[in-house]
């Protein structure tokens, strides 16, 4: 079961107008998407996104009795501006993303995302994507590989489990979760392998983002979105790893903040403003109670902002 993170929240900072426009933009299993249904009405519209298309019937089902109009669309949400174009609604009151992927995924041994089974090594959310994990660990350089455990991973011992990983591959033994598992387990000392969280967590994370290119060009994709916001509607994105809520910020920052190159004779050397197009409604972003944590563990590293589009 997924329990949708922080929705109290989200719902009080998005407040939806009943009879109003909302996006989500990773419907997932559809936990925020009915609170914002409901809030909806009748009268009102959800666009419902996903890129994982398994996820989509998901939701579709969770959701078929629903109050309001329910658009579902398979797509990667940094084609919102497309998405909404072709449906066609120009502008809207509500967008949230909740950011990652959701324990129904991970909980499918089929999809390779989970060290707890052996399955092929596939993790991607977008089936129709023709990289899976295999694919790309079968071609890594050793580098690119530390890279990526590093930055996607914050994994401290990257050096020697990349050297595991492609010392397996090379054998030819790279082929399974429980092969990028006990890789991990070959490369990190007993001694340090840690009691609370899975040793090899944070390898399978990195090369989940790696191979769905989780972290590419999400600050312009989020300065889109803020852009098919109507005037006073409200975004809102839960980020789960430092590198997303980063990306969330600085996003919310420029629009916030908006100068542009100086142009022209007599404004050389001076930075015009622009108005701002959004209002920071978070400055520091919300993070869940003790009390949801306890609840839902998934909820833990969650870090909630949220902006208003003023202009
Ligand atoms: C944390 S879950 C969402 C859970 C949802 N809020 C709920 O209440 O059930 C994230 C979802 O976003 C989807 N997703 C991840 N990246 C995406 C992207 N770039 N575009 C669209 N969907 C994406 C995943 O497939 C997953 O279903």
Not at 157 to 167: E, F, L, M, Q, T
Request: hydrophobic share 40%; with cysteine; net charge neutral.
């Amino acid at each position: 079961m997924h329990k949708p993170v922080m929705v109290r929240e989200v719902m009080e900072l998005l407040n939806p107008p009943a009879g109003g426009v909302a996006v989500d933009a990773t419907v997932g299993a559809g936990g925020h998407a009915r609170a914002l249904a409901e809030r909806l009405g009748a009268e009102g519209t959800l666009i419902a996104l996903d890129r994982d298309a398994t996820m989509l019937e998901l939701a579709q089902q969770n959701l078929a009795d629903a109050p309001c109009m329910i658009h579902f669309v398979h797509a990667d949400y940094r084609n919102l501006p497309e998405v909404l174009h072709e449906l066609p609604i120009e502008q809207v009151d509500a967008i949230l993303v909740d950011m990652g992927v959701s324990s129904v995924q991970l909980d499918d041994p089929e999809r390779g995302l989970a060290f707890r089974y052996d399955a092929p090594l596939d993790m991607r959310l977008d089936r129709e994507q023709p990289t899976t994990a295999y694919h790309l660990l079968q071609r890594i350089k050793l580098n690119d590989l530390i890279r990526i455990l590093r930055e996607y991973g914050g994994e401290h011992w990257a050096k020697p489990i990349a050297r595991a990983i492609i010392r397996r591959r090379d054998q030819g033994r790279m082929n399974t979760t429980g092969d990028l598992a006990a890789a991990v387990l070959e490369a990190v000392p007993k001694k340090f392998q840690e009691k609370r969280i899975h040793p090899a967590t944070r390898t399978f994370q990195a090369i989940r983002i790696a191979v769905n290119r989780e972290l590419d060009d999400l600050q312009p994709a989020f300065e889109a979105m803020a852009g098919c916001l109507k005037v006073g509607g409200v975004m809102c994105v839960l980020a789960y790893h430092s590198l997303e809520d980063r990306a969330v910020k600085h996003a919310f920052r420029n629009l916030a903040q908006r100068t542009r190159e100086p142009t022209g004779v007599g404004g050389v050397g001076k930075e015009q403003p622009l108005t701002p197009l959004l209002e920071v409604l978070t400055p520091k972003p919300l993070e869940p109670s003790e009390a949801e944590i306890q609840d839902n563990p998934r909820a833990r590293s969650a870090k909630l902002r949220a902006a208003r589009r003023v202009a």
